[in-house]
Structure formats: structure tokens, C-alpha cells
């Protein structure tokens, strides 16, 4: 091996090393202490359901369409994407909207025994807005919107792997 080769390897070793001792780990999936779980209360075609079972679907859950088959039920409560003027000019032009993601839910058996009491979300963003630019503050609303929602959902992927079920 050349020096110049040996030198790099050296290199690399030394700048990973403080790595190796301070618990950095890269996120992997989660890990659930329940074999299945129900999805109960969603709006028929919400975005936010669609994605977390798109996740869910990468993990070894079992989803179940009956509540009264699963481990755990997911109960929805509040699904709500919300989209309110901040300001306007004189003439009632608006110049900046704020957008919400409100999602409420509780985790619970299906016997009706509460595993996380009713648990809400609130995402919020703020965007400027420009008649003359309608189409990409379109575009930019709908990337707030999904940015938001992945942020749910991870949120609700990391509490479903936290749960523990009564013994």
C-alpha cells in the first residue's frame, strides 16, 4: 500500500473514531411490542392516513381492518388541515396565510383500555403570498402541507414504538 493511500486511511480512522464511542446511530426503523394494529376514525382519502400506512407497511405490523382483531387501535379523533389569512393590505389583498395540521388520536386495546390518553398534533407554517406568483405558492402550500404530515407521522411512529401493552 502506498504511503499516500496509507495516509488516507489513517485519516478516515481518526475522524470516524470519536463516532465510535459517542452513541451516534443511524435511525432505523421501529421497533413495535405489538404484532398488529387497527387505523379507526380516518376521513375516507386522507392524506395523513395514506402515509402512515405507507410507513407502517415498511415495519413487520400486521394491519388489521377490524378494531376488534388488532393488538392496538389507533383511534382518530381530529384529521383537520386548517388555512387562515395572517395579512392582508387595505385593499383585502392577502399577503400572508398561515397553515395548520391539527390531528388528534388515542392509542387504545380493543376492549376500550386507554394506552395514550387523547394525544393532539398541532403543525403550523407560515407562507407569503403573491397574486403574481399564484401557481408556485400553490405548489409551495401543498410541500408545507406534506412537510408537515411526514412530520406527524414520524411523530406517531415514534410514540406507537414506545407503547407498551398492559400485562
Known amino acids: ?11 478516515l480512522a481518526a475522524a470516524t473514531a470519536p463516532l465510535v464511542g459517542c452513541g451516534f446511530e443511524l435511525r432505523r426503523e421501529p421497533e413495535f411490542l405489538f404484532r398488529s394494529l387497527a387505523l379507526s376514525g380516518f376521513k375516507p382519502g386522507s392524506p395523513l392516513a395514506a402515509d402512515l400506512k405507507r410507513q407502517l407497511s415498511r415495519t413487520a405490523l400486521l394491519m388489521v381492518e377490524d378494531a376488534n382483531r ?3 387501535v ?3 379523533l381530529r384529521d383537520a388541515r386548517e388555512k387562515s389569512v395572517v395579512v392582508s393590505t387595505s385593499a383585502g389583498q392577502v399577503r400572508e396565510w398561515q397553515l395548520r ?13 386507554l394506552l395514550l390518553p387523547r394525544t393532539e398534533l398541532r403543525m ?7 397574486e403574481s406568483a399564484a401557481l408556485a405558492k400553490e405548489q409551495e402550500e401543498a410541500q408545507l402541507y406534506r412537510a ?3 412530520d406527524a407521522v414520524a411523530q406517531i411512529m415514534r410514540r406507537l414504538s414506545a407503547v407498551r401493552l398492559p400485562a
Do not use: I, K
Open 1 to 11: 500500500m502506498s504511503p499516500l493511500l496509507q495516509r488516507r486511511h489513517l485519516l
Open 70 to 72: 388488532a393488538e392496538v
Open 74 to 76: 389507533l383511534e382518530v
Open 101 to 113: 395540521v391539527n390531528f388528534d388520536y388515542l392509542l387504545r386495546v380493543p376492549s376500550g383500555e
Open 124 to 130: 403550523t407554517r407560515e407562507m407569503n403570498y403573491t
Open 148 to 150: 408537515m404530515q411526514s
